[in-house]
């Protein structure tokens, strides 16, 4: 009869074994499946990059995959910008990951004035243009991101070529569980966000002063926006989202220097 030690060694190979398997076989599936994530990933952004255009709405019937990659090569340009300048830089930006372009340090900068809560940005981003018929531009769509109550919150900014009418904010992703549903996860309802087209950022001095308020005479002027009941931190985030990225840390330069060109150079 067999002893407990031969038992329980046969028992442990048997185990190391199946775990090594396993292994190999969850790291392949990873390493397959990497460029479909990565393709998913970009399709799922430029249905909302598309969705901030006002070139799809969100309560209509999903695009298919095709139709999404042919309105975007149609009427979407992806370029790089330097923040630091406001100028246009080389690359593809498409692909590219502020986030992880942020977490390099050497090309990267820590924030003076982080009400955001970004902690770091990279010097490049991407500036999203999406131009009409004819080829000439109709929207600019800027990507911002803030802390709100629980998550970091994405999303995309959409102006018009004057930079300073809003014509959409939509918020497509959050870091870890998001925001509370029903309270600050209203971000994402459709009659919230209808409620930013049309407004302005800026005053006549150029001050920028659109504002989410619980001021009924504010919320209805063109610089505010209700805020969102019971989600005043949520609220706050949006807000300090806004001043960060069109502030001289964020894309501050790119729009002075796009008002000053009368637009694309």
């Not at 102006?159 to 209203?186: C, H, Q, R, W």
């Not at 969102?228 to 985030?237: D, F, K, P, R, V």
Request: hydrophobic content about 40%.
């Amino acid at each position: 009869m067999a002893s407990n030690k031969d038992s329980f060694g046969r028992t442990l190979f048997v185990v190391v074994g199946l775990c090594f398997i396993c292994s190999v076989f969850v790291s392949t599936a990873a390493v397959l499946l990497r460029p479909i994530q990565i393709e998913n990933k970009l399709l799922d952004k430029q249905k909302y990059i598309l969705e901030a255009a006002g070139l799809t709405q969100a309560d209509e019937a999903p695009m298919s995959k095709a139709e999404v990659l042919a309105t975007y090569d149609k009427f979407v340009v992806a370029k790089l910008v330097d923040l630091k300048t406001g100028e246009w830089v080389e690359g593809n930006a498409d692909l590219f990951d502020a986030d992880k372009a942020s977490r390099d340090v050497a090309n990267s900068f820590k924030p003076q004035n982080d009400i955001a809560s970004v902690k770091r940005v990279a010097n490049t981003a991407v500036v999203y243009v999406v131009n009409d018929e004819q080829g000439k531009p109709r929207t600019i769509i800027l990507p911002i991101k803030g802390y709100g109550l629980w998550s970091t919150m994405y999303a995309f900014l959409a102006i018009k070529p004057d930079m300073n009418t809003i014509e959409s904010l939509v918020y497509y992703a959050f870091t870890g569980s998001g925001e509370t549903p029903g309270l600050g996860g209203e971000v994402q309802n459709p009659q919230w966000m209808a409620k930013w087209h049309g407004k302005k950022l800026y005053d006549a001095q150029g001050n920028l002063v659109i504002s989410v308020t619980k001021n009924p005479v504010v919320a209805a002027s063109e610089h505010g926006v209700d805020a969102l009941s019971g989600a005043t931190l949520t609220g706050n985030g949006v807000q300090n989202s806004l001043e960060f990225w069109l502030g001289d840390e964020g894309f501050g330069h790119f729009i002075e220097k796009f008002r000053r060109n009368g637009g694309l150079s």
